[in-house]
């Protein structure tokens, strides 16, 4: 039996990032992005109005006011999408409308509200500054600059920017392909009332939501029967994803023969059971290279597994970097005590009392009790070597989505 630390430390360095492969930017988001990409040009491209107004001289408006305002001839109409043709000289202005390319000659837009105007003049009731209401050529991004960095998981402010600067297509690691079995003479497909003795399998399911979860592709290869040859088969139909997970049939029963098969084709187990609860039983090992994490087959167990040991390996398999779920420390609202050697993976609901996180668990904490993770939001950790946790001390809480940063409604 290895510790958990060893065990994640094992799985790791079996993966690596996938290949590269070109999508439109439209599927991007929330991949990892493979290169490093540049600005081919200026945004914005050229120096244009940040206001619908008048361009014009400063120095034709500089003592303008209420009281003392000042009347300029408009030469032209600039809506956005269109160039000025004339100069604007001593004494005119163009009305131009946000982001129409400035005219010649002009330094400087006055908003449209400090203005009237009066047939084919404009009467100015403000000054300007020079370079007001100006947006300059490259202020947001110059040509060269590195806007999106290698390895950057993509958010709707990097496609947007990828999109301004014309980039349709980029390339990003590839979503991982995942097999999912599920070992079990007792199990049914979802479609079948359970005759007495049989439950429905439910792990092929929430296994295939968390590999969605972290962004990879779930292939549900159903049910396979506690039989060596029935389970040699399977791992073999498997042998095209990029990575397989099998739930059940890893405890010590008599019928528990992942492990064994995972022996025999080709000695491809690396380890098989991590000292943590749930889900001490864990083979994970490799057939004809293709990774394989033998989950335990308890529902709690499986998910809490997966975790701890599958998510990080999708994650990076993605090219992503930050592979671990977020952490933080809440104060307990139980008492526990333990035998030293294990870490316990305990369920919670983590939330905000005023200025700390309060941990409440969910109820038994039995591997087969779905409804404890279905309540929870986190996992608390209890270390190897702790034996006691008292009620109302602080311990570490892995979070299991962001619920916990979310506010139902505004705090008014
Ligand atoms: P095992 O690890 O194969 O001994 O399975 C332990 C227990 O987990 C079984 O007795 C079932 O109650 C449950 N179990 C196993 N596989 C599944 C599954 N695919 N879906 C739901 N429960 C399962
Ligand atoms: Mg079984």
Redesign the pocket.
């Known amino acids: 039996m290895i510790s958990v630390e060893e065990a994640l430390k094992t799985i790791l360095v079996n993966f690596r990032p996938l290949g590269l492969e070109k999508i439109n930017i439209l599927e991007a988001r929330g991949r990892v992005i493979g290169e490093d990409v540049f600005a081919p040009r200026n945004i914005p491209s050229a120096n244009n109005s940040a206001r619908d107004g008048y361009a014009l001289r400063c120095a034709d408006i500089k003592d303008a006011s209420r009281e003392k305002p000042v009347k300029l001839k408009i030469i032209e109409d600039i809506p956005a999408g269109t160039l000025a043709v004339k100069k604007i000289k001593k004494g005119e202005a163009a009305r131009i409308m946000t982001g129409a390319v400035l005219p010649e000659g002009a330094d400087s837009v006055v908003h449209q509200e400090d203005t009237m105007k009066e047939g084919k003049t404009v009467i100015v009731y403000t000054s300007a500054e020079k370079s007001e209401n100006i947006r300059f050529a490259g202020e947001d991004v110059r040509t060269g600059d590195l806007v999106v960095k290698k390895g950057s998981a993509l958010r709707p402010a990097d496609i947007g920017m990828l999109a301004a600067l014309g980039r349709a297509f980029v390339s990003v690691y590839q979503k991982p392909r995942v097999a999912i079995m ?3 003479d ?2 049914v497909d979802i479609e079948i009332e359970p005759p007495p003795g049989k ?8 296994l295939a939501a968390q590999v969605m979860e972290c962004g990879a592709i779930p292939i549900m290869l159903g ?1 396979v029967k ?1 039989k060596k040859t029935d389970l040699r088969e399977a791992f073999k139909t498997a042998l095209h994803a990029d990575l397989m997970i099998s ?5 010590v ?1 008599d ?2 023969f ?1 492990k064994n098969v995972m022996g025999e084709i080709g000695n491809a187990m690396h380890f098989w059971r991590v000292a943590m609860r749930p889900g001490k ?1 864990l083979a994970f090992g490799a057939i004809e290279g293709v990774p394989l994490f033998g989950l ?4 709690v ?2 998910m809490v597994s997966f975790e701890q040991f599958v998510r990080p390996s999708l994650l990076k398999m993605q090219g992503h970097k930050k592979i671990f779920r977020q952490t933080i420390q809440a104060v307990c609202n139980d008492e526990f005590q333990k035998n030293p050697g294990f870490r316990h993976f305990i369920r919670a609901v983590v939330k905000k009392e005023k200025d700390r996180y309060v941990a409440i668990t969910t109820g038994d904490q039995g ?2 009790i ?1 409804k404890s993770m279905v309540a929870a939001n986190g996992l608390i950790v209890i270390g190897e070597e702790e034996t006691r946790i008292k009620k109302g001390s602080e311990v570490t809480v892995q979070l299991l989505d962001d619920s916990l940063f979310r506010s139902e409604s505004l705090q008014l």
């Open positions: 599920s070992t079990g007792e199990l439950i429905v399998n439910s792990n092929s399911f929430s049910i506690d739930s059940g049939g890893v405890s029963g019928f528990d992942v039983p335990p087959g308890n529902p167990s499986s591997s087969g779905l």
